[in-house]
């Protein structure tokens, strides 16, 4: 079986999402990359259904080198946000409710907490909206986020994609950018909240980056 080590890392990851509430039912997936093959979750098969065995292993153009059930719906999309940015191995699809609200409603989420500063040093942008299930997710991807360890982004009326370089920081993105899109709705419902200047985030972030953890 190929990359038997990435099916576990992605199966973990996918494990990982409906325990933190960031999907339903059958909705969300996960991939990872390592040289020219992709480990991603199969099309519509229940979370509890899942294991490293039946993750489904393409290419990258997409053709299915290893696996008896079909990928999922938004591989076009993972594909091409891989061919875009060599140091990404790993993306995360979620329909989770604060995010999702935000890109509902056509929001970036602002950097109202060190939380977000320090991952990703700006704001969460919001795409233009694109049908899903298309590689149109993935142009949209690579035209709003840059080239950082984290990166995200909320796709317009439907929900978030979030990258990094191995599938648990995708996860770790996906869960900081939830948590800071409930804290800001919450904060505004409260007050009028004000942002953490640019220059101070993007301090934030670099030092967190290069500094925070034991490596």
């Not at 997409?62 to 993972?78: I, N, Q, W």
Request: no cysteine; glycine share 10%; aromatic share 6%.
């Amino acid at each position: 079986m190929l990359l038997e080590d990435l099916r576990t890392e992605v199966y973990e990851t996918l494990m990982a999402l409906p325990e933190n509430d960031l999907v339903r039912g059958t909705s969300g997936n996960v991939s990872g990359r390592e040289g020219e093959h992709v480990v991603i979750k199969p099309s519509g098969v229940a979370y509890d259904e899942l294991s490293p065995e039946n993750l489904v292993v393409v290419d990258m153009d997409g053709e299915v080198v290893e696996g008896d059930l079909k990928p999922s719906v938004d591989t076009g999309a993972h594909l091409h946000i891989y061919r875009e940015n060599d140091e990404l191995g790993g993306i995360i699809h979620t329909h989770s409710t604060y995010a999702t609200a935000f890109a509902a409603a056509g929001r970036e989420i602002p950097v109202y907490v060190t939380e977000l500063a320090d991952t990703f040093g700006e704001s969460i942008p919001v795409s233009s909206y694109v049908p899903p299930g298309t590689e149109a997710i993935g142009e949209e991807f690579a035209k709003h986020t840059g080239d950082g360890k984290f990166q995200g982004l909320l796709m317009k009326n439907h929900g978030l994609f979030a990258a990094g370089t191995e599938p648990g920081d995708a996860l770790k993105a996906a869960l900081h950018i939830e948590h800071s899109a409930k804290i800001s709705a919450i904060a505004e419902d409260l007050s009028t909240p004000e942002e953490i200047p640019a220059d101070e985030a993007e301090r934030l972030n670099r030092e967190y980056l290069e500094g925070y953890g034991q490596e």
